[in-house]
């Protein structure tokens, strides 16, 4: 369970998220929708503690994080999986899972493997060498690693192929029921957010301005807002 209330996030003198508030179930997964520089990836990187925010709270669980460092998030059950996914490109997938655990004496989760069995198979593998979407996988789950409950995803269909796309929201939903994690994704992407999220929020200039569920109208009401 995920809380979030009256977060405001400035850059210098220039605040650009505004007294946003929204809460994300156990179990539930919401997309936050918004053209470029809406503020997306400046709010997840405020629920991680990575930029310093104006005002605010965030609550994982109804443990309340926001003067905590991003690993304090980490170990209260907050992950991270950033906009271009930011693996290690030189070492190996094996090696990239493994920097999200806390030491090297612990195991992968085996669920992991069960999740993107490519990972297994391209375990010596280079990062670098993986496809976009491979690289999406190994991102998530490396964010696994650290046995989440609320995952934070920011774009993460950018420049991955459609057909893959599809896999995605798929193992996404697999993980959620499995883990019985929150999931919060970031998108653009319209037909990815309604095949994964249970509900939409709109996002304009760091504002929530519209939530809809995703059920019949939801793609005619929130792609007035991501058309430009
Ligand atoms: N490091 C930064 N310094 C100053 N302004 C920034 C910085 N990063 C982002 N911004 C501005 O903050 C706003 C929100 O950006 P961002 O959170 O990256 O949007 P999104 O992820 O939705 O594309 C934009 O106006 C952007 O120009
Ligand atoms: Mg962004």
Redesign the pocket.
């Known amino acids: 369970m995920l809380e979030v209330n009256g977060l405001s996030v400035a ?2 003198q ?1 605040e ?2 505004h007294d946003l508030s929204f809460a994300v179930g156990t179990g539930e997964i919401v997309a936050l929708m ?12 405020a629920l991680m503690g990575i930029l310093g925010i104006r005002s605010g709270s965030v609550r994982v669980n109804g443990q309340e994080l926001s003067a905590s460092a991003p690993h304090q998030r980490v170990r209260s059950g907050l992950a991270y999986v950033p ?1 271009g996914r930011m693996i290690f490109p030189n070492l190996t997938v094996r090696e990239n899972i493994m920097t999200g655990l806390q030491t090297r004496a612990c195991a992968i989760p085996q669920d992991v493997f069960t999740l993107f069995p490519v990972l297994l198979e391209m375990s010596q593998r280079r990062g670098g060498n993986l496809s976009g979407g491979q690289q999406q996988q190994l991102a998530i789950a490396r964010a696994l690693t650290t046995n989440p409950s609320v995952l934070l995803l ?2 993460p269909t950018e420049g991955i192929q459609p057909s893959i796309i599809k896999d995605l929201a798929r193992v996404l939903k697999e993980i959620r029921t499995l883990r019985g994690l929150t999931i919060v994704v ?1 998108e653009q992407v319209l037909s990815f957010a309604l095949a994964v999220a249970d509900r939409l929020l709109v ?1 304009e ?2 504002q929530i301005v519209d939530e809809v569920t995703a059920m019949s109208g939801a793609a005619e009401r929130v792609s007035r807002y991501l058309s430009v």
């Open positions: 850059y210098g220039s650009v998220v918004g053209r470029n520089g809406m503020g997306k990836t400046t709010t997840f990187k906009q920011d774009e970031s996002i200039r760091g």
